[in-house]
């Protein structure tokens, strides 16, 4: 069974940084696009970066220049580097990643999500 982990989450003052991760675990044959979410109360869930597994990356136009996506295939693992954050920013952050345990049938597997809060 495959499951998302992610972690790094904190209470941090507007300016600061946080490097958020997600790592995959269980019978996994290939893990294809990798990607973080967000979601703030009251809001929708909404797309904050994605990368390929070619490592083509792309950003939500309000954390480009900030926030940085990149992926470790050999620890299954996606990280979020934020940078400058903002009162924004604070939300619950997901992982996605689409993941085959079969040779060449992919779906989307979520993580539980990690709670990013930027407050002075």
């Known amino acids: 069974q495959v499951r998302l982990v992610e972690s790094g989450g904190a209470l941090v003052q507007p300016g600061g940084s946080l490097r958020l991760s997600c790592a995959a675990s269980?019978?996994?044959?290939?893990?294809?696009?990798m990607g973080w979410y967000r979601q703030a109360p009251g809001k929708q869930r909404e797309l904050v970066a994605t990368i390929t597994s070619g490592s083509i990356t792309n950003y939500a136009d309000s954390v480009k220049g900030r926030f940085t996506i990149s992926r470790d295939n050999a620890k299954k693992t996606v990280y979020l580097q934020m940078n400058s954050l903002e009162p924004e920013d604070t939300a619950v952050y997901y992982c996605?990643?689409?993941?085959?345990?079969?040779?060449?049938?992919?779906?989307?597997?979520w993580g539980q999500g990690t709670q990013v809060t930027v407050s002075s």
């Open positions: 996605k990643m689409s993941i085959s345990v079969v040779y060449n049938v992919y779906r989307d597997y």
């Open positions: 269980g019978t996994i044959f290939s893990i294809g696009d």
